[in-house]
C-alpha cells in the first residue's frame, strides 16, 4: 500500500516485533527440550515428548520432554539435597542470588517477551509492558523478604521442597509468584510448565545457571499431568502450589490429603465488574477491555461477569460494543494488536461450546465486524447480553475472550448478585462515589477488589481466592505464610491420642441435681436430634456425666444458625472484645467449678486444673485484646493510589478442638475465630466434653449474639468429617489423630474449604504454642483492595 | 518501501488533489444547544483510569514505515501553523505562511510518491494585527488564515473589547477564529456565564469556525475541563481546543482524552459534530502520532483530517520533516537541511 493510498485509509499497518533471536535461542534447544535438575540440563528418562505449538499460526516451535515419575523424584531429591544448606544462608546470600535473577530477567526481558508471546499466543504488548515486567518486580520484592525473614520472620522457617504446578496464561509470571516467595524463605522447588507453555521456564533455568543459583533450588520439569501427578504424590515433597483450574485444584486436594503436604491453590473465577451508575462510563468500558479481553479473556480473575445498573445499562452495553469495533486481533508478535491467539484448539472449543450454549439459553451475541485471521487459534471479543444469573454462561468459567452482562437495581443486589457464585477471586467496582465503592469492595466474597480499576497486580499486594478460587495468597507479607511454619512444629511430635477408658460403673457426683448436658445451637440449648446420649468418664472409667450424641442433622442445624448470625463478622471489634472479655468474666467467677469438673474428667490434680482454667481465662483476655488489634495493611503498589490489605474472617468456621486439654483447647481454638469475627460450629473434647457443655450458661451470660458458637458434642471424628462435607463451611480446624486428618483434607475437596489439619502434639499451655498471630492468620484471609485516586 | 511509492506514483489520478474523499469528509457543525446544567453535572472523570489508557494506548498502537510516513503526512496536514509571540513581525508571518505553503521539502515529497498532492499546513494561525499580512501572503493557496482574537491568552479584557476584536479579525480575511474563555466562570462553577460569553463569541464570528481554548492547564482538573467542553460545545463552538501555549500545562493526552470523548457524547446527544485542537506542547513526531492515534481511537477516522482535527504547533513541523527525510533517505537529518517557518 502506498503512502498515498494510506493516507486515504488511515489504517495502522503492520508493526512487527522481530522473532530473530526468539527462534535462534529456540533452535538451540536442540531436537528434544531437557530438564533441569540439580543444577544441570538432563535428558528426561523416557523418550516420550510432545510439540509445542504457536497458537496463532499452528507452528511447531519445539518438542518438550515429557518428565516421568523417575524424573521427578530425581528432582525431588536434588532439590531435598540442595535445601538445608540453602535455607541456613544468611538471608543476605539468598537476597543476592534473587536480586540476580531479577537483573537477570530484566536484561533478557526482550528475549523472554517474545518467546512466550510466540509460544503463549498472547501479543507481545502484553508481555512486553505486563507480565515480564511484573516477574522482575516479583524477584526483586522477594529479594527484600529473604533479606529480612531473620529479622521479621524470626520464628519461622522453610518448609522444605516445594512442589509447583503453573498453568499457561501466565506461563513465566506464574513461575515467579511461584518461585520467587519459595526460595527467599529458603525451600527449593520442583516445578513443572503447563504443557502447552515450557519454553520461558527453560529459559529462566538457563538464567538461573547464569545466576550462579546452588545447584537444586529450582528444578524445572517439563510435561503433561503425568508429570503433575507424580509431583504432587511424591512423599519428598512439602508443599504443593498449584495454579491453575478449580477442577484440578480438587483432584490435588483429593490427592494430597493425609500426606502431610501442605497445600495452595489459586484456582478459578467468575469475576463480577460492577457498574454504578455514577461512574466514569468511559473508564468503565475501558476497564472491561482489560478485565475480560486481557490475555483473550484467559485469566482467572478476569472480569467475566458485567453487572451494570440498569438505568444505564442500555447506554453501557451501547458505548462497549461500540469500543469492541476499535480492537484489533491478530498476530501476538504484532505490536499494535490488542488480542492475539488462544492458547489451543481445545480451548477454542470449550468457548466455542460455552457461547453456543449461552445463545441456546437465550443469550444475544455481540461481536465486532472485523474478521478474525482465518488461521490460527483465535476467538473475537465477545459480550453476551440478555443473559440471566441462572444461565450455563453466568456461573461456568468459559476462560477466554466472552463476558457476559446482567442488571442491577440496588447496591444491595449488586453484591447479592456478584457473590452469587462458587467462585471468589476478584472483583471491580466502578463508582465515581467513594463512600459507595469502600462500603461495597468488604462486602464481595473475593480475595481481590479492585476500585475504579481491574486486572493490577503488583508482588507487594497478596493475590488469591475465597472460597472455591482456592486458598493461600502471593505476594505481600501476606504471601510468605505459604512458604514457612512455625520452628516449634520441627521437633513436634504426633499426637497421641488416648482410647477411651472402659466403664467401671462407677458414677462420680458432682452436682446435687442431675444435670442433662444438651448441645449449644443458636444461642440456645437443643437436644440432639437422633435422642442419645454418651457417656463422659474419668481415666478409671467412673461416670462424671453424659452428653448429648450429635448427628449429621445436629451439624446441618448448627451450620445453619451459624449462617444466621452473619452479623457478627461486622461487629465492631471494639464491641467482639468486650464480649470477649465478658465471657472471662464469667469464666471466672465460676472457676472452681469448672477446675473440679476438669480434675473429675481428667484424674488431675486440682492444682493443675485450676491453672488451665486460669490459662483459659487468660487466654480469652488475649484474644479480647487482640480483636481490635489484628491490623491489615496499606500497601503502596507502583500506582497513585493505596491497596488496603484487610483481615476478613474465613465466615463459617468448624473446630473439632484437641481431645486434651479440654477447656484450654476449646477456648484457644474458639476464642481467635470468634475474635475475628467468625461465626464456628464446634465439636468439643469427647473425652472432657463437659467442660464444654458447661460453657454454655458462661457464653448465655455473656452477651455473646446466638449462632456465632454452636456446639455439638458427639463422635469427634464422625462430627468432623461431616463438617468437612458441609459446603456451607468456609473452613475447618482439625486438632486430632493423622488418619482422621487425612479423612477431613479429602474431604473438603467439596468446596475447596481451607483446612487446618494439625495431627501434632501442641503444647497449648506455652504462649508460644497456643496462641497468637498463627491463630489470628489462620481465622482470617486477607482482601486487598485496589484504590487508585486523584483528581 | 520507496518501490510502493513509485508503484502507486504510476497509477495515482492526474491533477492537483488527491484528496479524493475530499467531498464526503465530516465537517463541523455546530449551531449550539440551548444550555442545559444536567450533562455538565453528569460528568464523571476518573482520573487514574483516564491515565492508564492514554499510557497503555501507547504500547497498543504504532504505524511503522510506509504507514508511519503517512500519519506523519496527515499530521502536518493539521497543524495549525502558528506564531504567537510578543516579537512578530509582518515579515516573520510572511515566512511562516511560505512554509505553510509548502512544508515538506519537494523532494522528500516526490519521494513519498506525493509530488502531485498539494500538501499545506492546516492553517496558519497569527494575531489579530498580521491576519491581513497572512491572507495576502496565502492568497490563492486555500489555506485559511486563524486568528486569536478574544484577548489572547487571558481573555479578561472587556467583553465588548473582545467582540469587536473578533469582527475585525474576520473583517481582516480570518475565517477561524480562535477564542480564549474566561477561566473565572469554570473555576467559580459559573456555567451560565461562560455559556453566554461563549455564544456571544460565536455570533460575532458570523461565517468564520470558532474555536473554544479552555485554557485546561488554568482549570487544573479533568472535571473541569469536561465540564467547560459541555458548555463551550452548547453554546456552539466549531471546535474545541485546549490551550494557548502560555499556560503552565498545556496539551496532554488525559485531557485529550477527556475533551474528544466530550466531544463524543455530545454528538450522541445532540447530533452536533465538534472539532478538537490540542495545542502547546507537542513538538516531536512521536507526539503527534500519539494524538492521531488517540483520535483514531476514540473519535474515529473523522477526526483523522483537518476539518476536525488540528494541531495547534510551532515546531512539530521542523522534527516531522527530519522524520520524514529518515523514512526517505535512511539516514538520520539535520535541522538546516528544511527551510525555517
Partial sequence: MSVAEILETMEYGPAPESDRDARAWIKGLGGVTRLFVGGAWKKAAGSE???????????????????????????????????????????????????????????????????????????????????????????????????????????????????????????????????????????????????????????????????????????????????????????????????????????????????????????????????????????AVEGVVDAIWLNQGQVCCAGSRLLVQESIHERFVAKLTARMETLRLGDPLDKAIDMGAIVH??????????????????????????????????????????????????????????????????????VELANNTEYGLAASVWSETLSLALDIAPKLKCGVVWVNGTNMFDAGVGFGGYKESGFGREGGREGLAAYSKPRWLRTAKAIAEKPMPKASGETLPVSAIDRTAKLYIGGKQARPDGGYSRAVLSPSGALVGEVGEGNRKDIRNAVEAARKAAGWATQSEHGRAQILYYIAENLQARAGEFAARLSAMTGRRRGDAEREVALSVSRLFTYGAWADKHDGAVHKPPLRGVALAMNEPVGILAIACPDDPGLLGFVSTVAPAIAMGNRVVVVPSASQALAVTDFYQVLETSDLPGGVVNIVTGDRDGLALELARHDAVDGIWWFGNAATAGKIEKASAGNLKQVWAEAVARNWRAAAQGEGREFLARATQVKNIWIPYGE | MREASESHAAGAPAGPSVRRRSDNLLRPHNPGVPFVLDPVEAVRINLSAAERRVATLAGRRTVKKDWQAAWLVRAIECIDLTTLAGDDTEGRVRRLCAKARQPLRPDLQAALGLADRRVTTGAVCVYHRFVAAAVDALAGSGIPVAAVSTGFPAGLSPLATRLKEIEMSVADGATEIDIVITREHVLTGNWRALHDEVKACKEACGPAHMKTILATGDLQTLRNVARASWVAMMAGSDFIKTSTGKEGINATLPVTLVMIRAIRDYREMTGNVVGYKPAGGISTAKDALAYLALMKEELGNDWLQPNLFRFGASSLLADIERQLEHHVTGRYAEFSHHAMA
Fill in chain 1, 345 to 414: 484448539p481445545v480451548q477454542l472449543k470449550r468457548i466455542r461450546d460455552l457461547v453456543d450454549a449461552g445463545l441456546k439459553e437465550g443469550a444475544t451475541l455481540h461481536q465486532p465486524r472485523a474478521a478474525v485471521p482465518g488461521a490460527g487459534c483465535f476467538y473475537p471479543p465477545t459480550l453476551l447480553t440478555g443473559v440471566q444469573p441462572a444461565s450455563t454462561v453466568a456461573r461456568v468459567e468459559i476462560f477466554g475472550p466472552v463476558i457476559v452482562a446482567m442488571t442491577f437495581r440496588t447496591p444491595a443486589e449488586a
Fill in chain 1, 49 to 283: 515428548s510432545f510439540e509445542t505449538v504457536a497458537p496463532a499460526t499452528g507452528e511447531v516451535l519445539a518438542r518438550v520432554a515429557q518428565a516421568t515419575a523417575a524424573d521427578v523424584d530425581a528432582a525431588v531429591k536434588a532439590a531435598a539435597r540442595a535445601q538445608p544448606a540453602w535455607a541456613a544462608l544468611p538471608g543476605h546470600e539468598r537476597a543476592k542470588y534473587l536480586y540476580a535473577l531479577a537483573r537477570l530477567i530484566q536484561r533478557h526481558s526482550r528475549l523472554f517477551a517474545v518467546v512466550e508471546a510466540m509460544e503463549n499466543g498472547k501479543p507481545i504488548r502484553e508481555t512486553r509492558d505486563i507480565d515480564i515486567p511484573l516477574v522482575a518486580r516479583h524477584f526483586y520484592h522477594h529479594a527484600g523478604w529473604a533479606q529480612l525473614m531473620d529479622a521479621e520472620l524470626a520464628d519461622r522457617e522453610a518448609l522444605g521442597v516445594c512442589g509447583q504446578i503453573i498453568p499457561w496464561n501466565f506461563p513465566l509470571l506464574m513461575l515467579a509468584w511461584k518461585i520467587a516467595p519459595a526460595i527467599a524463605l529458603g525451600n527449593t522447588v520442583v516445578l513443572k510448565p503447563a504443557e502447552f507453555t515450557s519454553l520461558t521456564a527453560l529459559l529462566f533455568a538457563e538464567m538461573c545457571g547464569k545466576a550462579g543459583l546452588p545447584a537444586g533450588v529450582v528444578n524445572i520439569v517439563t510435561g503433561d499431568g503425568r508429570t503433575g501427578e507424580a509431583i504432587v504424590a511424591h512423599p519428598g515433597i512439602a508443599k504443593i502450589a498449584f495454579t491453575g483450574s478449580t477442577e484440578v485444584g480438587r483432584k490435588i486436594r483429593e490427592a494430597t490429603a493425609g500426606s502431610g503436604k501442605s497445600l495452595t491453590l489459586e484456582l478459578g473465577g467468575k469475576s463480577p465488574f460492577i457498574v454504578f451508575d455514577d461512574a466514569d462510563l468511559d473508564a
